[in-house]
């Protein structure tokens, strides 16, 4: 019987009934993913990407080409085996008739599972390469293959499966394996790559590109499938492609212009600052970018309030268009901050030179569908620009649909997202290639580079050890970073130690690029420090004499409880309506309402009331260009203290007279007057002891602080091994010391356990990368975890129960509060995002280890079909508020009560 492999099989479109309705033929399949594949790398993959990979190859971009289309021509081509042939009964049946016979009984095959497509296809691709090109570079390229799906095999499972024949095939199977490798190889001189080996980026990023070409060819609506009952013809592959390609319609590449010959024009065309002109530090760290032997890593660390983020970003241009990146991927904390950067870095954007049509823009982070200017950037068609309800506009910046959603969404251009979005590229997790690649384009700017801690900072270490192996550009922005940490964040980047150098303003570079210390900037800020007791009356004292005639303050605590506890007396004593509080246990729709109330009231152009008193946590250090006239804050970490420091007088304005001399109160400690001071309970368990130690030993007995000029010399002394401190405290030091160190070794442990290996590992290709790996890499509770010493809090979803049982959004919220929320029909999509704009972080009191599952459970019995089958809210956790706002939280033997109230947040007790 002739044999025609035009029948085997590739994809197929199954009805209700488990009947095909559609097919399309594996050799069809193979050619649509190469001819994507070439449009990628023609069109879409950032040259900084193909030069990196084209160093493995002698420099030569042609040859990326024809390996990424190989690849894709053959990424599939075990899908001609018995194990997968039989798993549509029809299609099987007609590849029989077909000559090409399968046993059906395999189907029952209790192995079949484990003889995937991506496993054979190694094998396959593996045994054919060996003999054209030898057996390293020929394992390097199957494992490739064997990636495509996101997480590449072990070796012992590629030897379990080599023994499966019978699941593979032989005979016909085989002929037909080799034929379509034979025909990807029509043109290949294999002889040009005998002694190529390929580095671990190189084949990591291959994958990615063979990947998306896969999963784009894999798209039914662009690349339509025959019907059922169609056998196989010779379709127009070229036509084919051409037309998907239009329909995806990916945004083309930024192209990026040097600013370095004229930093003045480049900076009053980029950023819209009334009277602005470029400040030392930006010009400074375009210099340094624009001088580097190689473009890479660059650290500015400058006061509060000199633009660090501009001095990024056009450091970012300057790098991108000597390294051939086509994007920026900004990195921050918080879900906050980078909400309220992404205006910023839009701004910027727009106003970019060398955008050939639309560029692409995402807002990375779990509630990017929250923020309403990405969501305005995001409408029905394939990509909308901003502001724009008419016809598309080919300069725009757009949010384009196909480069959404959790894997994809970091592959746009341009990315504004949390710090995990990072991270997760050190985490051994599916499509890992994915995130490399979004990473591997850019230049990548990390902000508050001092705010991620000892478990974070291993994999912000590691994947830094990445981006310098990619030949990444990377800018770090730190208000000042003690020196430790700075050597081991250019080591981490390319193995070369930091020079030793004073002096502040800073910016440093890799590659042996000359320190540039900055003088510092003319116009300080001299802020004098009270010490009070941890008593609120002080505290009201405190305020009360300051603001005689008038202000506006911030009180700073370490904890939501303190910061609920001082706003209650502040109501107190100075009335409602001058008070406001700020913490991570609001609803987010009410953290960004206070966010913006802040900025509208105490930002640059604030219109600031006579009197007024915010009561806040930590969410005031970070990212917040806030300006109060008086502060009291908890004691910190001093690098922690400084920043809140920086929100004092930071703007030129007339103040009272009273608050003329910025003043900072330091309480939180149990007494002034003891031998060592301390810290209150609720600070050590946040910070640690150790940290406050120091930093409360160089501010005992200090009357002011001198901004900038204190604020290197005071962090790099309160993280260094000298000594502070009477002599009378160096037991309790040393002691705090010795636990400090534990808690670290057991943190960088625990930080290890998924970590991503480096990339001199001796392993030459993908098989094994992401062993032992943690799956899917997301924004969830379990994601977070994954790269953040115990993750992050329980996240709840906040609906009100009425009188009668109905549930609906919460009254008190601006839009669409106390309307109905069906609990069985379908929820309206404007209304999914009103709901999942309620989520709540619990405190951790109800999220510690032994009372987190017992509080899950609880939340578990409020299901709601309506939530289940929506897409933006399946999956969550539901608190149901009563009238009153309150509710009961209890399984076993824990029990809460917890009352949420629209001014404090939420407030609980145990029961």
């Known amino acids: 019987m002739p044999v025609d492999l035009r029948w085997v099989w590739a994809k197929s479109v199954m009805d209700d009934h488990g009947r095909p309705t559609h097919w399309l033929p594996l050799q069809q399949h193979l050619d649509d993913a190469a001819g994507v594949a070439a449009r990628l790398v023609d069109h879409w993959v950032s040259p900084q990407v193909l030069g990196r990979i084209a160093k493995d190859l002698g420099g030569d971009v042609d040859a990326v080409r024809e390996l990424?289309?190989?690849?894709?021509?053959?990424?599939?081509?075990?899908?001609?085996?018995?194990?997968?042939?039989?798993?549509?009964?029809?299609?099987?049946?007609?590849?029989?008739?077909?000559?090409?016979?399968?046993?059906?009984?395999?189907?029952?095959?209790?192995?079949?599972?484990?003889?995937?497509?991506?496993?054979?296809?190694?094998?396959?691709?593996?045994?054919?390469?060996?003999?054209?090109?030898?057996?390293?570079?020929?394992?390097?390229?199957?494992?490739?293959?064997?990636?495509?799906?996101?997480?590449?095999p072990e070796r012992s499972t590629l030897a379990e499966v080599a023994g499966l024949t019978e699941l593979i095939g032989g005979g016909v199977w085989q002929e037909a394996r080799e034929f379509f490798l034979r025909r990807a190889s029509e043109g290949v001189d294999w002889s040009r790559y005998q002694d190529i080996r390929l580095s671990m980026p190189s084949q990591v990023l291959l994958t990615a590109i063979v990947i998306l070409a896969d999963w784009i060819a894999s798209n039914a609506d662009y690349f339509p499938l025959l019907e059922a009952h169609e056998p196989p013809r010779d379709l127009d592959t070229a036509a084919r492609v051409d037309h998907a390609w239009k329909r995806l319609a990916l945004p083309r590449r930024w192209r990026a212009s040097p600013?370095?010959?004229?930093?003045?024009?480049?900076?009053?065309?980029?950023?819209?600052?009334?009277?602005?002109?470029?400040?030392?530090?930006?010009?400074?760290?375009?210099?340094?970018?624009?001088?580097?032997?190689?473009?890479?890593?660059?650290?500015?660390?400058?006061?509060?309030?000199?633009?660090?983020?501009?001095?990024?970003?056009?450091?970012?241009?300057?790098?991108?268009?000597?390294?051939?990146?086509?994007?920026?991927?900004?990195?921050?904390?918080?879900?906050?901050?980078?909400?309220?950067?992404?205006?910023?870095?839009?701004?910027?954007?727009?106003?970019?030179?060398?955008?050939?049509?639309?560029?692409?823009?995402?807002?990375?982070?779990?509630?990017?569908?929250?923020?309403?200017?990405?969501?305005?950037?995001?409408?029905?068609?394939?990509?909308?620009?901003?502001?724009?309800?008419?016809?598309?506009?080919?300069?725009a910046v757009v949010a384009h649909r196909w480069l959404s959603g959790r894997k994809k969404g970091v592959l746009a251009s341009f990315v504004v997202g949390t710090i995990d979005q990072v991270l997760f590229a050190g985490l051994k997790s599916r499509h890992l290639m994915l995130r490399h690649l979004a990473l591997a384009g850019k230049v990548v700017v990390i902000d508050e580079v001092h705010a991620y801690d000892v478990y974070m900072s291993q994999y912000l270490e590691r994947v830094l050890h990445w981006l310098g192996a990619?030949?990444?550009?990377?800018?770090?922005?730190?208000?000042?970073?003690?020196?430790?940490?700075?050597?081991?964040?250019?080591?981490?980047?390319?193995?070369?130690?930091?020079?030793?150098?004073?002096?502040?303003?800073?910016?440093?570079?890799?590659?042996?690029?000359?320190p540039k210390v900055l003088p510092l900037p003319g116009n300080g800020t001299t802020v004098a420090l009270d010490r009070l007791s941890d008593d609120i009356e002080q505290v009201v004292t405190f305020l009360r004499e300051h603001l005689r005639e008038g202000g506006c303050a911030v009180v700073v605590r370490n904890t939501v409880g303190r910061v609920q506890a001082t706003a209650e007396r502040l109501e107190q004593e100075f009335g409602v309506e001058h008070v406001t509080v700020n913490h991570s246990q609001f609803l987010s729709c009410d953290r960004a309402r206070i966010d913006r109330e802040l900025l509208r009231r105490f930002g640059r152009e604030g219109e600031r009331p006579a009197l007024h008193i915010v009561v806040a946590s930590q969410v005031v250090e970070q990212s917040l260009d806030v300006d109060f006239d008086l502060m009291v804050t908890d004691l910190a970490p001093m690098d922690l203290v400084l920043q809140r420091l920086g929100r004092l007088h930071r703007h030129p304005r007339k103040r009272p007279e009273p608050v003329t001399t910025a003043r900072c109160a330091v309480v939180g400690v149990e007494d002034w007057a003891a031998e060592p001071v301390r810290a209150v309970a609720g600070s050590r368990a946040v910070y640690g002891e150790h940290l406050l130690l120091r930093s409360v030993a160089l501010i005992v007995e200090r009357d002011k602080v001198a901004l900038p000029q204190d604020i290197a010399p005071l962090v790099q002394r309160a993280y260094d091994e000298d000594p502070v401190g009477p002599e009378s405290w160096q037991s309790a030091l040393a002691r705090a010391k010795k636990r400090a160190d534990d808690d670290e070794v057991r943190r960088v442990a625990a930080a290890r356990t998924f970590l991503l290996d480096k990339v001199g590992s001796s392993r030459k290709s993908l098989i094994g990368w992401v062993r032992a790996g943690v799956g899917d890499a997301d924004d969830g509770r379990e994601g977070l975890a994954q790269v953040r010493d115990g993750g992050e809090s329980l996240e709840v979803l906040v609906v009100q129960q009425d009188r009668h049982g109905g549930l609906h959004t919460p009254q008190w919220i601006d839009r669409g509060g106390g309307d109905p929320v069906p609990t069985d029909l379908p929820i309206e999509p404007p209304q999914e995002r009103v709901v999942a704009a309620c989520s709540l972080r619990l405190p951790r009191a109800l999220s510690n280890p032994g009372v987190d599952l017992a509080v899950i459970s609880a939340l578990e019995k409020n299901c709601f079909p309506s939530f289940h089958s929506s897409p933006l809210l399946k999956g969550q956790l539901v608190l149901v508020l009563d009238v009153n706002g309150e509710a009961d939280i209890g399984h076993g033997d824990v029990g809460f009560h917890v009352r949420y109230d629209p001014r404090r947040g939420l407030v609980h007790e145990r029961r």
């Not at 046993?103 to 691709?125: C, I």
């Not at 430790?484 to 440093?508: N, S």
């Open 68 to 152: 990424a289309c190989w690849l894709a021509r053959v990424h599939d081509v075990a899908k001609a085996s018995c194990a997968f042939a039989v798993q549509v009964p029809l299609l099987a049946d007609r590849m029989r008739d077909a000559g090409i016979v399968a046993n059906p009984m395999l189907m029952t095959h209790p192995d079949r599972s484990r003889a995937h497509h991506t496993v054979v296809g190694y094998l396959a691709v593996r045994d054919f390469l060996a003999a054209e090109v030898g057996p390293v570079f020929a394992d390097q390229m199957a494992s490739v293959v064997a990636a495509h799906h996101g997480v590449p």
């Open 470 to 514: 990619y030949g990444v550009p990377v800018v770090l922005l730190s208000a000042t970073l003690p020196a430790a940490r700075r050597v081991r964040l250019v080591a981490a980047y390319d193995g070369t130690p930091a020079p030793a150098v004073d002096g502040y303003p800073l910016i440093l570079a890799s590659g042996g690029t000359a």
């Open 259 to 395: 600013v370095s010959s004229n930093v003045d024009a480049a900076f009053s065309e980029r950023f819209a600052i009334p009277g602005g002109v470029v400040r030392p530090v930006q010009a400074a760290a375009v210099e340094v970018a624009a001088t580097q032997s190689v473009p890479g890593l660059v650290i500015v660390e400058a006061p509060m309030g000199v633009g660090k983020t501009e001095a990024a970003l056009l450091a970012a241009e300057e790098l991108a268009a000597r390294s051939g990146a086509d994007g920026v991927f900004m990195a921050l904390p918080t879900q906050a901050t980078t909400d309220a950067m992404f205006d910023r870095v839009r701004s910027w954007v727009e106003a970019l030179p060398g955008r050939d049509g639309s560029v692409s823009v995402t807002l990375a982070h779990g509630k990017a569908s929250l923020n309403d200017t990405f969501t305005g950037l995001v409408r029905d068609g394939w990509f909308t620009s901003v502001g724009e309800d008419g016809e598309h506009d080919e300069s």
